[in-house]
């Protein structure tokens, strides 16, 4: 396969170069996901996305009943660079 | 293979906020960068103060790579066609140098 513009998609960080520029989503550590826009990334999968949501599901626990309530906590952030030592996964945006 | 490395370069001297691991945020002027992204800050504030007093006398820190989750940074900064193209050429070098 000839490979003068780097176009062909051949190994897993091929297809996260096929993102930029596109809305992607981000599974993170600690219940968090992202979804913004893809600027840039690296073999580490750090990145810099822009205006993005942070969805942190928090885990409450009702002090009288015990029981837990599960709930979305939204943040918006105009740009954010991502460590990628946290990612779990990247994908296109998953309609929820 | 340092493209973050030049990326945060270019921030030096610039306000951002960073987010620890632990849930800690700081906000500083970026005062120095390495290639392992550790960071140092200067004249830095703690969002939420109320629950994280223990740097209510630190001026300066040192931040260690690997304990960052985010860095929120100022979005007029970013030339968004470079940066990607930039991230494009990266990835086409790391390629070619991985087949040779």
């Known amino acids: 396969m000839a490979d ?15 993102s930029l520029d596109e809305r992607i989503f981000v ?3 600690g219940d968090r996901e992202l979804r913004g826009k ?3 990334y690296d073999q ?4 810099i996305l822009g205006d993005v949501t942070e969805t942190h599901t928090v885990v409450e626990i009702d002090e009288e009943t015990f029981e837990e309530i599960v709930k ?8 954010l660079f991502v460590r990628g030592d946290s990612v779990i996964l990247v994908a296109p945006p998953i309609r929820t | 293979t340092c493209f973050f490395f030049s990326f945060f370069k270019t921030l030096v001297g610039h306000t951002i906020i960073v987010e620890l691991k632990n849930d800690l945020i700081i906000e500083g002027v970026l005062h120095a960068v390495d290639q392992y992204l550790n960071l140092k800050l200067r004249n830095i504030s703690v969002h939420d103060e109320d629950k994280y007093p223990h740097m209510i006398s630190v001026k300066n820190c040192f931040i260690r790579g690997s304990v960052v989750r985010y860095v ?4 007029d900064h970013v030339d968004v066609p470079l940066l990607q193209d930039s991230a494009r050429l990266e990835a086409k070098q790391l390629k070619e140098a991985s087949k040779h």
């Open chain 1, 4 to 18: 003068t513009l780097g176009t062909t998609v051949e190994e897993p960080l091929d297809l996260i170069r096929l």
């Open chain 1, 27 to 29: 599974k993170l550590r």
């Open chain 1, 38 to 40: 893809l600027h840039a």
């Open chain 1, 44 to 47: 580490h999968l750090n990145m």
């Open chain 1, 72 to 79: 979305p906590v939204k943040r918006e952030i105009d740009m």
């Open chain 2, 72 to 75: 929120q940074i100022p979005k």
